[in-house]
Protein backbone atom coordinates (compact mmCIF):
# COMPACT_ATOMS: atom_id res chain seq x y z
CA UNK A 1 0.00 0.00 0.00
CA UNK A 2 3.30 2.22 0.59
CA UNK A 3 6.30 1.60 -1.31
CA UNK A 4 9.35 3.61 -1.09
CA UNK A 5 12.33 2.36 -3.96
CA UNK A 6 15.27 4.24 -2.73
CA UNK A 7 13.91 7.41 -2.42
CA UNK A 8 16.53 10.42 -1.81
CA UNK A 9 16.06 13.85 -0.61
CA UNK A 10 18.36 16.38 -1.01
CA UNK A 11 18.34 19.81 0.05
CA UNK A 12 21.31 21.30 -1.94
CA UNK A 13 23.92 19.20 -1.15
CA UNK A 14 22.51 17.72 2.35
CA UNK A 15 20.80 13.98 1.81
CA UNK A 16 17.89 14.56 4.45
CA UNK A 17 16.79 11.39 3.58
CA UNK A 18 19.02 8.78 1.96
CA UNK A 19 17.63 5.97 0.04
CA UNK A 20 14.78 4.54 1.58
CA UNK A 21 13.10 2.05 1.20
CA UNK A 22 10.36 0.74 2.74
CA UNK A 23 6.80 -0.68 2.72
CA UNK A 24 3.70 -0.59 4.61
CA UNK A 25 1.13 -3.24 4.09
CA UNK A 26 -2.25 -2.71 3.48
CA UNK A 27 -4.27 -2.13 6.30
CA UNK A 28 -1.67 -1.95 8.90
CA UNK A 29 -0.09 0.49 10.79
CA UNK A 30 3.93 1.36 10.14
CA UNK A 31 5.33 3.89 12.77
CA UNK A 32 8.69 5.73 11.99
CA UNK A 33 10.54 7.25 15.02
CA UNK A 34 13.78 9.21 15.04
CA UNK A 35 15.02 12.20 16.93
CA UNK A 36 14.92 15.90 14.93
CA UNK A 37 15.79 15.70 11.87
CA UNK A 38 16.39 12.34 11.33
CA UNK A 39 14.40 12.91 8.00
CA UNK A 40 10.78 11.67 9.39
CA UNK A 41 8.81 14.56 8.30
CA UNK A 42 11.10 14.97 4.85
CA UNK A 43 9.75 11.36 4.50
CA UNK A 44 6.53 11.87 4.94
CA UNK A 45 6.12 15.29 3.24
CA UNK A 46 7.19 13.05 -0.05
CA UNK A 47 4.23 10.05 0.52
CA UNK A 48 1.74 13.27 0.67
CA UNK A 49 2.85 14.63 -2.61
CA UNK A 50 4.05 18.13 -0.55
CA UNK A 51 7.64 18.04 -1.40
CA UNK A 52 9.62 16.50 -4.73
CA UNK A 53 12.03 13.58 -4.10
CA UNK A 54 15.41 14.02 -5.60
CA UNK A 55 15.82 10.70 -6.87
CA UNK A 56 14.29 7.48 -6.10
CA UNK A 57 10.55 5.86 -6.51
CA UNK A 58 7.60 5.61 -3.90
CA UNK A 59 4.31 4.49 -4.52
CA UNK A 60 1.25 5.20 -2.36
CA UNK A 61 -2.45 2.87 -2.68
CA UNK A 62 -0.43 1.51 -6.00
CA UNK A 63 0.01 4.97 -7.56
CA UNK A 64 4.09 6.29 -7.77
CA UNK A 65 4.04 9.86 -6.54
CA UNK A 66 5.98 11.98 -8.75
CA UNK A 67 3.64 10.79 -11.77
CA UNK A 68 0.84 10.86 -10.15
CA UNK A 69 0.26 12.91 -7.26
CA UNK A 70 -3.12 13.95 -7.95
CA UNK A 71 -4.14 10.16 -7.58
CA UNK A 72 -2.38 10.13 -4.63
CA UNK A 73 -3.68 13.01 -2.75
CA UNK A 74 -7.00 11.52 -3.30
CA UNK A 75 -5.99 8.21 -1.33
CA UNK A 76 -4.09 10.19 0.99
CA UNK A 77 -5.19 12.04 4.28
CA UNK A 78 -1.79 14.06 5.95
CA UNK A 79 -1.44 15.12 8.91
CA UNK A 80 1.32 17.36 9.24
CA UNK A 81 3.29 18.34 12.77
CA UNK A 82 2.20 21.85 12.48
CA UNK A 83 -0.80 23.46 11.12
CA UNK A 84 -2.53 26.36 10.78
CA UNK A 85 -6.09 26.65 11.79
CA UNK A 86 -9.01 28.95 10.18
CA UNK A 87 -9.82 31.49 12.85
CA UNK A 88 -13.03 32.57 11.94
CA UNK A 89 -14.26 28.51 11.27
CA UNK A 90 -16.21 26.60 14.34
CA UNK A 91 -15.05 23.14 14.62
CA UNK A 92 -18.06 21.60 12.35
CA UNK A 93 -17.49 24.58 9.92
CA UNK A 94 -14.16 23.29 9.68
CA UNK A 95 -14.79 19.89 8.79
CA UNK A 96 -17.73 21.01 6.17
CA UNK A 97 -14.92 23.01 4.40
CA UNK A 98 -12.55 20.21 3.89
CA UNK A 99 -15.89 17.95 2.49
CA UNK A 100 -16.40 20.86 0.37
CA UNK A 101 -13.05 21.03 -0.82
CA UNK A 102 -12.97 17.22 -1.37
CA UNK A 103 -15.93 17.10 -3.21
CA UNK A 104 -17.85 14.97 -0.94
CA UNK A 105 -21.70 15.07 -0.98
CA UNK A 106 -23.67 17.25 1.37
CA UNK A 107 -25.50 14.55 2.75
CA UNK A 108 -22.53 12.73 3.28
CA UNK A 109 -20.66 15.38 4.36
CA UNK A 110 -23.17 16.18 7.04
CA UNK A 111 -23.75 12.94 8.15
CA UNK A 112 -19.92 12.31 8.14
CA UNK A 113 -19.23 15.50 9.89
CA UNK A 114 -21.24 14.73 12.85
CA UNK A 115 -19.68 11.12 13.19
CA UNK A 116 -16.43 12.07 13.43
CA UNK A 117 -17.15 15.16 15.68
CA UNK A 118 -18.45 12.79 17.98
CA UNK A 119 -15.80 10.01 17.44
CA UNK A 120 -13.12 12.30 18.72
CA UNK A 121 -14.91 13.48 21.24
CA UNK A 122 -15.50 17.18 20.13
CA UNK A 123 -19.29 16.44 19.63
CA UNK A 124 -19.91 19.51 22.40
CA UNK A 125 -17.30 21.79 20.93
CA UNK A 126 -19.14 21.99 17.90
CA UNK A 127 -19.59 25.10 17.38
CA UNK A 128 -16.32 26.55 19.16
CA UNK A 129 -14.39 28.46 16.86
CA UNK A 130 -11.08 26.41 15.92
CA UNK A 131 -8.73 28.86 17.60
CA UNK A 132 -10.60 28.49 20.44
CA UNK A 133 -9.82 24.85 20.78
CA UNK A 134 -7.01 23.30 22.95
CA UNK A 135 -4.20 22.55 21.43
CA UNK A 136 -5.21 18.42 22.05
CA UNK A 137 -8.75 19.43 20.36
CA UNK A 138 -7.03 20.98 17.53
CA UNK A 139 -5.25 18.07 16.85
CA UNK A 140 -8.59 15.58 17.55
CA UNK A 141 -10.07 17.82 15.16
CA UNK A 142 -7.36 17.45 12.55
CA UNK A 143 -7.28 13.59 12.80
CA UNK A 144 -11.24 13.83 12.13
CA UNK A 145 -10.38 16.44 9.37
CA UNK A 146 -7.90 13.25 7.52
CA UNK A 147 -11.14 10.99 7.58
CA UNK A 148 -13.20 13.43 5.76
CA UNK A 149 -13.19 12.22 2.00
CA UNK A 150 -12.34 8.50 3.93
CA UNK A 151 -9.10 7.80 2.31
CA UNK A 152 -6.97 4.35 2.37
CA UNK A 153 -3.96 6.06 3.28
CA UNK A 154 -3.53 8.21 6.73
CA UNK A 155 0.43 10.18 6.86
CA UNK A 156 0.28 11.68 10.56
CA UNK A 157 3.12 13.60 11.64
CA UNK A 158 3.80 13.38 15.08
CA UNK A 159 0.06 13.70 16.00
CA UNK A 160 0.88 13.69 20.46
CA UNK A 161 4.14 16.54 19.62
CA UNK A 162 3.11 19.17 22.01
CA UNK A 163 0.36 17.95 23.65
CA UNK A 164 -0.06 17.97 28.19
CA UNK A 165 -0.19 14.23 29.56
CA UNK A 166 -3.79 13.96 29.75
CA UNK A 167 -4.63 15.22 25.67
CA UNK A 168 -2.03 12.84 25.49
CA UNK A 169 -4.35 9.68 26.65
CA UNK A 170 -7.13 11.31 24.92
CA UNK A 171 -5.36 11.11 21.61
CA UNK A 172 -3.58 8.14 22.68
CA UNK A 173 -7.67 6.90 22.77
CA UNK A 174 -8.41 8.20 18.95
CA UNK A 175 -5.43 6.27 17.83
CA UNK A 176 -6.61 2.98 18.86
CA UNK A 177 -9.73 3.52 17.36
CA UNK A 178 -7.92 4.76 14.06
CA UNK A 179 -6.08 1.61 14.39
CA UNK A 180 -9.54 -0.18 14.20
CA UNK A 181 -10.49 1.52 10.80
CA UNK A 182 -8.31 -0.96 9.66
CA UNK A 183 -6.53 1.84 7.52
CA UNK A 184 -3.04 1.83 5.98
CA UNK A 185 -1.56 4.20 8.29
CA UNK A 186 1.97 5.71 8.57
CA UNK A 187 2.66 7.21 11.93
CA UNK A 188 5.88 9.19 13.16
CA UNK A 189 6.96 9.97 16.59
CA UNK A 190 9.95 10.84 19.06
CA UNK A 191 8.60 8.45 21.72
CA UNK A 192 8.89 4.40 20.34
CA UNK A 193 7.28 3.75 23.39
CA UNK A 194 4.01 5.76 22.38
CA UNK A 195 4.24 3.96 18.58
CA UNK A 196 4.65 0.51 20.06
CA UNK A 197 1.08 0.81 21.43
CA UNK A 198 -0.81 1.36 18.05
CA UNK A 199 1.98 0.49 15.48
CA UNK A 200 2.30 -3.19 13.48
CA UNK A 201 6.09 -2.50 12.87
CA UNK A 202 8.39 0.00 13.81
CA UNK A 203 11.30 1.72 11.44
CA UNK A 204 13.84 4.03 13.15
CA UNK A 205 15.30 6.68 10.87
CA UNK A 206 18.73 8.25 12.06
CA UNK A 207 20.62 10.90 9.72
CA UNK A 208 18.18 10.33 6.64
CA UNK A 209 18.44 6.61 7.05
CA UNK A 210 15.93 4.17 7.86
CA UNK A 211 18.60 1.85 9.99
CA UNK A 212 16.37 -0.50 11.70
CA UNK A 213 12.56 -1.80 11.01
CA UNK A 214 11.26 -4.88 13.47
CA UNK A 215 7.73 -6.20 14.20
CA UNK A 216 5.81 -4.95 17.31
CA UNK A 217 4.72 -8.23 17.69
CA UNK A 218 8.62 -9.54 18.04
CA UNK A 219 9.27 -6.63 20.58
CA UNK A 220 6.57 -7.48 22.65
CA UNK A 221 7.54 -11.28 23.13
CA UNK A 222 10.94 -10.49 23.82
CA UNK A 223 10.20 -7.90 26.35
CA UNK A 224 7.59 -10.19 28.06
CA UNK A 225 9.58 -12.67 28.10
CA UNK A 226 13.09 -10.93 29.64
CA UNK A 227 12.89 -9.55 32.64
CA UNK A 228 15.43 -6.45 34.01
CA UNK A 229 17.10 -6.62 36.76
CA UNK A 230 18.87 -4.43 39.14
CA UNK A 231 20.57 -6.02 41.77
CA UNK A 232 23.23 -4.28 44.00
CA UNK A 233 25.21 -5.87 46.91
CA UNK A 234 28.46 -5.95 48.72
CA UNK A 235 30.28 -8.44 46.01
CA UNK A 236 33.04 -7.47 43.79
CA UNK A 237 32.45 -7.99 39.78
CA UNK A 238 34.52 -11.49 39.91
CA UNK A 239 32.29 -12.95 42.42
CA UNK A 240 28.89 -11.62 40.88
CA UNK A 241 30.15 -13.31 37.69
CA UNK A 242 30.54 -16.53 39.54
CA UNK A 243 27.14 -16.47 40.96
CA UNK A 244 25.24 -15.55 37.98
CA UNK A 245 27.26 -17.73 35.62
CA UNK A 246 25.42 -21.07 37.05
CA UNK A 247 21.90 -19.53 36.53
CA UNK A 248 21.20 -20.57 32.68
CA UNK A 249 18.23 -18.13 32.64
CA UNK A 250 20.84 -15.17 32.86
CA UNK A 251 20.85 -13.57 28.90
CA UNK A 252 23.23 -10.65 29.89
CA UNK A 253 25.15 -9.22 32.70
CA UNK A 254 26.10 -5.65 32.36
CA UNK A 255 28.51 -4.40 35.67
CA UNK A 256 27.44 -1.08 37.44
CA UNK A 257 27.88 0.68 40.26
CA UNK A 258 28.00 -1.24 43.25
CA UNK A 259 26.36 -4.23 41.61
CA UNK A 260 24.87 -5.49 37.93
CA UNK A 261 22.33 -4.79 35.91
CA UNK A 262 20.94 -8.86 34.66
CA UNK A 263 18.66 -9.81 31.58
CA UNK A 264 16.69 -12.43 32.63
CA UNK A 265 14.53 -14.93 31.01
CA UNK A 266 13.09 -17.16 33.88
CA UNK A 267 9.96 -16.96 35.77
CA UNK A 268 9.21 -14.75 38.92
CA UNK A 269 9.96 -18.15 40.81
CA UNK A 270 13.22 -18.53 39.07
CA UNK A 271 14.20 -15.09 39.73
CA UNK A 272 13.48 -15.73 43.25
CA UNK A 273 15.62 -18.79 43.49
CA UNK A 274 18.60 -16.21 41.57
CA UNK A 275 17.99 -14.57 44.80
CA UNK A 276 18.57 -17.39 46.98
CA UNK A 277 21.59 -18.34 45.24
CA UNK A 278 23.27 -15.17 45.92
CA UNK A 279 21.67 -15.07 49.45
CA UNK A 280 23.95 -18.35 49.99
CA UNK A 281 27.08 -17.34 48.26
CA UNK A 282 27.21 -14.98 51.02
CA UNK A 283 26.48 -12.07 49.38
CA UNK A 284 24.64 -9.31 51.03
CA UNK A 285 22.13 -7.81 48.88
CA UNK A 286 21.31 -3.93 48.67
CA UNK A 287 18.63 -3.84 46.54
CA UNK A 288 16.81 -6.77 43.94
CA UNK A 289 14.59 -4.33 41.50
CA UNK A 290 12.93 -4.81 38.29
CA UNK A 291 13.32 -2.38 36.34
CA UNK A 292 10.66 -1.35 33.68
CA UNK A 293 12.48 -2.80 29.91
CA UNK A 294 14.06 -0.23 27.68
CA UNK A 295 12.37 -0.50 24.54
CA UNK A 296 14.91 1.72 22.53
CA UNK A 297 17.81 -0.67 23.64
CA UNK A 298 15.70 -3.88 22.75
CA UNK A 299 14.79 -2.69 19.72
CA UNK A 300 18.44 -1.85 18.80
CA UNK A 301 19.61 -5.31 19.85
CA UNK A 302 17.02 -7.38 18.56
CA UNK A 303 17.68 -5.18 14.94
CA UNK A 304 21.31 -5.36 14.98
CA UNK A 305 21.41 -7.65 12.37
CA UNK A 306 19.16 -5.71 10.36
CA UNK A 307 20.61 -2.28 9.69
CA UNK A 308 20.75 -1.23 6.44
CA UNK A 309 23.36 0.95 6.32
N1 LIG B 1 13.40 22.97 3.57
C1 LIG B 1 14.56 22.56 4.05
N2 LIG B 1 15.73 23.11 3.65
C2 LIG B 1 16.92 22.68 4.14
N3 LIG B 1 17.06 21.69 5.04
C3 LIG B 1 15.94 21.10 5.47
C4 LIG B 1 14.63 21.51 5.02
N4 LIG B 1 13.70 20.73 5.64
C5 LIG B 1 14.38 19.90 6.45
N5 LIG B 1 15.70 20.12 6.35
C6 LIG B 1 16.78 19.37 7.07
O1 LIG B 1 16.64 17.99 6.74
C7 LIG B 1 16.86 17.17 7.89
C8 LIG B 1 15.66 16.29 8.12
O2 LIG B 1 14.58 17.12 8.57
P1 LIG B 1 13.15 16.53 8.93
O3 LIG B 1 12.27 17.68 9.27
O4 LIG B 1 12.70 15.62 7.84
O5 LIG B 1 13.49 15.66 10.22
P2 LIG B 1 12.49 15.07 11.32
O6 LIG B 1 12.97 13.70 11.63
O7 LIG B 1 11.09 15.22 10.88
O8 LIG B 1 12.77 16.01 12.56
P3 LIG B 1 11.71 16.71 13.56
O9 LIG B 1 11.29 15.62 14.49
O10 LIG B 1 12.53 17.78 14.20
O11 LIG B 1 10.58 17.24 12.72
C9 LIG B 1 17.17 18.13 9.03
O12 LIG B 1 18.57 18.22 9.17
C10 LIG B 1 16.58 19.45 8.58
O13 LIG B 1 17.31 20.53 9.11
Known amino acids: MIECQNLCKKYGRFPAVHNLNLTVRQGTVFGLVGENGAGKTTTL ?76 NLEKHRDVYVNALSRGMQQRLEIARC ?96 VLRNDARVVDVHFVQGGVEVMYGGTLEQQAELMRTILDAGIVIYQFAERPTDIEALFLRLTDRTVTR
Open 147 to 242: LMHDPHVLILDEPSSGLDPRSRLEMREVLHQLRQLGKTILISSHILYELSEIADEIGIMRGGDLAAVAAVNALLEHSNAHRHLLITGNAAPDEWER
Open 45 to 120: SMLATLTPPTSGKAYVNGFEISRHPQEVRRSVSYMPDSFGVYDDLSAKEYLEFYADCYGVPPAVARQRVGALLAWV
